[in-house]
């Protein structure tokens, strides 16, 4: 840490309106590493601190060095009058991250033999929740490490959280895999190597790269972006502690659940095929400018659907258990269809990192290294279905269509699109949490990532990769996340997280073709 404090250089760093607009969440993960050889010392023979498994002082010292390379993380989070946020850097007041390590007198082989269940986890393990919050001294961290040293050396498990504020999830991967790299390389006794990539900080590298001119939005994004109204000019407006302690107390009185399930690649296959040959998908509302889609469907597509519609048909039971599915449920919607002047829709919000589709027109690629921008840059894009459709059976051509829908609206999300999203969203800077505020208060709705390419299970430390990666138990109502891809498991196809409203969950865990085609985890 004293290397750290003496070469760290302060800066401010400006946040973008897409950071301010991610800032509502966390991202955070729980890491399983068992040790294979217990017995065994490292290859490094200075010093017998390298003689346990992951030796702690390694993984602290090398924590610090990437810090170095992520001053950011350090940094304390500031929003002014405007909205605007930026991160001070101030190596005379450096908010250093919280680096815990604690012992369990639990053995990694009880968390194996319940597949990695939450409910074998030490107590304690996660040190902040979903939501950035301030601790006891009234401060957000910008990083926060949890390290559990297993029974026997058996193993750890490490908990690592940072908030949206200031990375994305390609920015969150890209520091815990830096950190993995050089503390195996220390493990190793090997010089510390240069960054494969350059980490890029500077908000202004985005908008360099986005075209000219943007292209108009469909009407269901540009609404997810706009409708938040005085509610989300409210949210906006706080302090970010007072804005992170709303929405943890507002989490609360949800009660929510989280399970894991997970699907084949052959069932996936067996859905396209099916997908292909019934689907009657037509462009809907609100992608007029669609034509039928032909393109074969992807994995993240049809992932995508079936959540949608497992997800559309929980939120359907919980509300006939409520209003019953009489003419009293049947009013209700006519009455809401007749105020918003559209038919109730189910809405699919599905994050889009539009990296792949931008070309940063200032770097010539093949003179200089390849650049990590670790900002945010992910955006939403909603895809809205009707809700006799989400609410036909999963095995159905149904599900074809609502596949095709997302597949119609991935091939909008270029270049173009990203441009004019970044555009809506700067000219109300003041309504930032438009995104946040329209998912929370829209019923009919599910958010959906997908995080199966982030690299998190190359992250191997000195002593081997994860041998499980999971999020929190819970993270917020209607979320659903496609989880890393597991290297070590011998079944192929993903991993699929679903947090929801108790009630919610309780619908999808009753819904009988859900199950015929997924497996639960836990």
């Known amino acids: 840490m004293d290397e750290f404090v003496r070469n760290v250089k302060s800066q401010v760093i400006p946040l973008s309106t897409l950071d301010m607009a991610s800032s509502f969440v966390n991202i955070q993960f729980y890491y399983y590493y068992k040790n294979n050889k217990p017995a065994s010392s490292s290859q490094c023979k200075k010093g017998s601190s390298n003689s346990t498994f992951m030796p702690s002082d390694l993984l ?4 610090y060095k990437a810090l170095l390379e992520f001053p950011i993380l350090a940094g304390h989070l500031v929003q002014k009058e405007d909205c605007s946020g930026t991160v001070v850097v101030d190596k ?47 401060v957000i961290k910008l990083l926060n490490v949890h390290i559990v040293r297993l029974k026997s050396n058996s193993g750890l498990v490490m908990f690592v959280s940072m908030p949206h504020y200031v990375v994305d999830g390609i920015g969150y991967s890209a520091f815990v895999c830096r950190w993995a ?34 292209k108009e939005l469909d009407s269901a994004t540009y609404c997810t972006y706009t409708a938040g109204g005085y509610l989300s000019s409210w949210v906006s407006w706080l302090s970010p502690q007072s804005r ?15 399970h894991v399930f997970h699907i084949s690649q052959t069932r996936l296959e067996m859905i396209r095929q099916q997908s292909v040959a019934s689907s009657d998908y037509n462009a809907n509302d609100d992608n007029k400018s669609n034509q039928k889609a032909t393109q074969r469907l992807s994995d993240n597509d049809i992932i995508t659907a079936l959540v949608s519609m497992v997800v559309a048909q929980g939120v359907k039971s919980n509300i006939e ?7 009293f449920r049947k009013t209700v ?16 919000m599905f994050v889009v990192d539009p990296r792949p589709r931008l070309e940063h027109r200032s770097q010539d690629r093949l003179q200089r290294p390849s650049t990590c921008y670790t900002g945010n840059i992910v955006l939403i894009r909603t895809v809205n279905n009707p ?9 159905s051509s149904a599900l074809g ?16 699109f990203a441009k004019q999203v970044v555009d809506t969203i700067n000219k109300r800077p003041s309504e930032f949490a438009g995104g946040a505020v329209s998912g929370c208060t829209n019923m009919q709705r599910v958010v959906v990532t997908n995080q199966s390419r982030f690299p998190l299970y190359d992250a191997d430390f000195g002593s081997g990769t994860p041998m499980w990666i999971s999020p929190l138990e819970t993270f917020y109502d209607k979320f659903a996340s496609i989880l890393p891809q597991n290297p070590h498991s011998s079944k192929k196809g993903y991993d699929i997280f679903i947090s929801a409203d108790k009630r919610i969950m309780a619908g999808i865990l009753c819904n009988k073709t859900w199950h015929e085609l997924v497996d639960m985890v836990y």
């Not at 989400?390 to 095995?395: G, I, K, N, P, S």
Request: charged share 20%.
């Open 401 to 416: 269509d609502v596949a095709h829908s997302i597949r119609a609206a991935v091939n909008n999300c270029d270049a173009y």
């Open 60 to 63: 602290y010292a090398s924590f």
């Open 321 to 327: 258990s409520t209003t019953g599915k009489g003419a």
């Open 333 to 348: 919607d006519w009455f809401v269809s007749w105020l918003s002047g559209k038919q109730v829709r189910f809405s699919t």
């Open 92 to 138: 005379h007041n450096l908010n250093l991250p919280e680096f815990g390590i604690s012992y369990s007198s639990v053995d990694f082989a009880d968390l194996e033999a319940t597949r990695f269940s939450w409910s074998a986890l030490p107590d304690g393990v996660a040190s902040v929740g979903a939501f950035p919050t301030a601790n006891s001294n009234g």
């Open 387 to 395: 809700l006799e459709l989400v609410h036909a059976e999963l095995d």
């Open 181 to 214: 790299e050089l503390s195996k390389q220390m493990h190793q006794c090997v010089p510390a190597s240069k960054p494969a990539e350059k980490f890029v900080f500077d908000r202004r590298y985005i908008e360099q790269s986005l075209p000219a001119s943007g």
């Open 244 to 258: 992170g302690k709303i929405y943890e107390n507002f989490s609360s009185l949800v009660g929510l659940a989280g």
